[in-house]
């Protein structure tokens, strides 16, 4: 476990002991157990008490056949037991202003941010309950993607936005044993009052050090890295479908 002792807090613990799991048992999460993520989810600090998210619980197996597909064509979400799509939503707000105020703005990037923030304080709350029983969890940041197909597929109004979907199961032996990918150190996050930019060969040594590699092992691994995440289609096409959703709402 990194960072840990064995005087560690329960949940402590568990933080640190999660990781992402993409291979389930096939057997569903209790109804008991995913009631309680939900409502894990839900106590989740939100601004100004006003729940600016909504959770789309997909249990619809052809939907998931569906966005298994248009996340990235990752078939482990269609087999995944819960899966949960958090959505940035000032809609609800929105609607209720109207019907009971005269004078009523639009939602604006600041909302945008607001309730982008609400709902992944919510989707973390679910996947720290969620390992608390045992239940693995992944983020699909791929929903960001397609947004115009995902906002039909979800019948998603204006100011509702697809931030973050999780998947959840209970892992195989495989996925439990699996080792944990190591995190960077703490001196590489964090800075004291003011931002501290870092040499990009500083930060070279950091990430070298964590995946164990020599200079020359970890200039391949860079480049492959970066042609597969940074410059690749799909990358790209969250950028583009991003820039939609925000047009979207800034009309």
């Known amino acids: 476990m990194q960072g840990g002792n064995d005087n560690m807090n329960q949940t402590i613990q568990e933080l640190y002991e999660r990781k992402s799991v993409r291979a ?14 939900i409502q894990a989810a839900i106590q989740a600090p939100s601004a100004g008490n006003m729940t600016l998210y909504s959770i789309i619980d997909v249990t619809d197996q052809k939907l998931k056949e569906t966005l298994a597909v248009t996340c990235d064509n990752q078939p482990f979400i269609a087999k995944a037991p819960m899966v949960l799509v958090f959505c940035a939503d000032y809609q609800k707000w929105y609607d209720l202003f109207l019907q009971r105020e005269e004078e009523v703005r639009k939602p604006g990037m600041g909302d945008f941010m607001l309730a982008s923030c609400d709902a992944l304080i919510a989707a973390q709350n679910a996947v720290t309950a969620a390992q608390a029983l045992g239940i693995g969890s992944c983020y699909i940041g791929d929903i960001m993607e397609r947004y115009e197909t995902h906002r039909d597929l979800l019948h998603l109004p204006k100011y509702v936005v697809p931030t973050a979907m999780v998947v959840f199961g209970y892992p195989t032996k495989q996925q439990e044993e699996r080792e944990k990918p190591v995190r960077l150190p703490a001196q590489a996050v964090v800075s004291e009052n ?9 930060y070279a040594e ?6 164990g590699k020599t200079e020359e092992e970890f200039d391949r691994w860079l480049h492959a890295f970066c042609k597969r995440k940074w410059n690749s289609d799909f990358s790209a096409e969250m950028s583009r479908s991003v820039e939609v959703m925000m047009r979207q709402w800034a009309e």
């Open 24 to 37: 389930y048992e096939e057997r569903p999460i209790e109804p008991e157990k995913k009631e309680m993520v």
């Open 194 to 202: 003011t931002y501290r930019r870092q040499e990009a060969s500083e």
């Open 206 to 211: 950091y990430l070298s050090d964590r995946q």
